[in-house]
T-cell receptor
Framework: DTAVSQTPKYLVTQMGNDKSIKCEQN?????MYWYKQDSKKFLKIMFSYNNKELIINETVPNRFSPKSPDKAHLNLHINSLELGDSAVYFC???????????FGPGTRLTVL | GDSVTQMEGPVTLSEEAFLTINCTYT??????LFWYVQYPGEGLQLLLK?????DKGSNKGFEATYRKETTSFHLEKGSVQVSDSAVYFCALSKDGGSQGNLIFGKGTKLSVKP
């Protein structure tokens, strides 16, 4: 059973389009995250979210918005895609108070 | 601000060689320290962690000791295998890593040749 899953695995799209990446976790965790990994493998937190609080990294453009239909899902919606958005996006989850985050397999986004 | 610095890769070793990947951190207070591993095409997995000074984290033959005096958390393994080929990330967190404030180093790619 996959603990944290993401769809799609690959996403190729044109500049200016709007796209969404989905994330689901079946671990019963109450906190979920989105990370961006650039071409040099550098990882940076974009958002963390539980049912009480959304914490946004201040460097994330407002074209990016997380949407959580329920506790097990945190989707990432991106408006007006730009070339610089090309990266691998990782979803993760954890239980608040715990010390380990569980990562999904990643979504490789390519903007042409 | 808080930060993590780890040695730049790539690191290429022969099977059964000794591995050290250096990691140092800058942080106020008493962070928790982690090593994550990313195998090709996969997400990150927690490899080991230490939550206070002098703690040693260990897993799958890897070890790292939390050294507050040198602000370091170097990763070591006595005898690497081809299956250890991956990217290794050192990270810190102020609150145990559960609230999204994991700060990662830039990753070190390890290639182990047979």
């Amino acid at each position: 059973d996959t603990a944290v899953s993401q769809t799609p695995k690959y996403l190729v799209t044109q500049m200016g389009n709007d796209k969404s990446i989905k994330c689901e976790q079946n671990l019963g965790h109450d906190t979920m995250y989105w990370y961006k990994q650039d071409s040099k493998k550098f990882l940076k937190i974009m958002f963390s979210y539980n049912n009480k609080e959304l914490i946004i990294n201040e460097t994330v453009p407002n074209r990016f918005s997380p949407k959580s239909p329920d506790k097990a899902h945190l989707n990432l919606h991106i408006n007006s895609l730009e070339l610089g958005d090309s990266a691998v996006y990782f979803c993760a989850s954890s239980q608040s108070g715990g010390s380990e985050q569980f990562f999904g397999p990643g979504t490789r986004l390519t903007v042409l | 601000g808080d930060s993590v610095t780890q040695m730049e890769g790539p690191v290429t070793l022969s099977e059964e060689a000794f591995l050290t990947i250096n990691c140092t951190y800058t942080a106020t207070g008493y962070p928790s320290l982690f090593w994550y591993v990313q195998y090709p095409g996969e997400g990150l997995q927690l490899l080991l962690k230490a939550t206070k000074a002098d703690d040693k984290g260990s897993n799958k033959g890897f070890e790292a000791t939390y050294r507050k005096e040198t602000t370091s958390f170097h990763l070591e393994k006595g005898s690497v295998q081809v299956s250890d080929s991956a990217v290794y990330f050192c990270a810190l967190s102020k609150d145990g890593g559960s609230q999204g404030n994991l700060i990662f180093g830039k990753g070190t790619k390890l290639s182990v040749k047979p």
